[in-house]
């Protein structure tokens, strides 16, 4: 049982790669469906990453791990209403001449890229100084 988490990932890696060789190559003949195919992909990626953020923590013999994945995801859906309304789904000047994407569309594409920058630049925190707080832990 414990291996099985382990060969569902490579297995997902492989499939991954796989799409981006396919990716990669068919760019130039079909891109609708090649793009397709990418997309589709990762909203299954993405399907199976809420499924084992919700289903795992249940799966530890204490309560704890339940708890404190919900509150991680709380917090994330928290952030995700944040950087909403902080978007101000304002069309770029620049573009002012082209067709334009409805107010909501705008608006969550704002919320994306705030989402987008807040994540990477706790990513990019963690990576630096995590070690550095572990060791100030111990």
Request: charged share 10%; aromatic share 10%.
């Amino acid at each position: 049982m414990k291996k099985l988490p382990k060969y569902l990932l490579y297995i997902l890696f492989i499939i991954s790669i796989i799409v981006l060789i396919v990716f990669l190559v068919g760019l130039g003949s079909n891109q609708e469906s090649v793009v397709g195919l990418m997309l589709n992909w990762s909203y299954v990626l993405l399907a199976i990453a809420i499924i084992a953020t919700f289903v795992l923590p249940f799966m530890y013999p204490t309560g704890k791990g339940a708890k404190g994945a919900l509150v991680k995801v709380g917090i994330l859906v928290v952030l995700c209403v944040i950087c909403y309304l902080c978007g101000s789904g304002d069309p770029l000047p620049e573009t002012a001449s082209k067709t334009q994407a409805s107010a909501s569309t705008l608006k969550w594409t704002d919320a994306g890229l705030i989402l987008s920058g807040i994540l990477t630049l706790a990513a990019f925190l963690l990576i630096c100084f995590g070690s550095f707080i572990n060791s100030l832990r111990k």
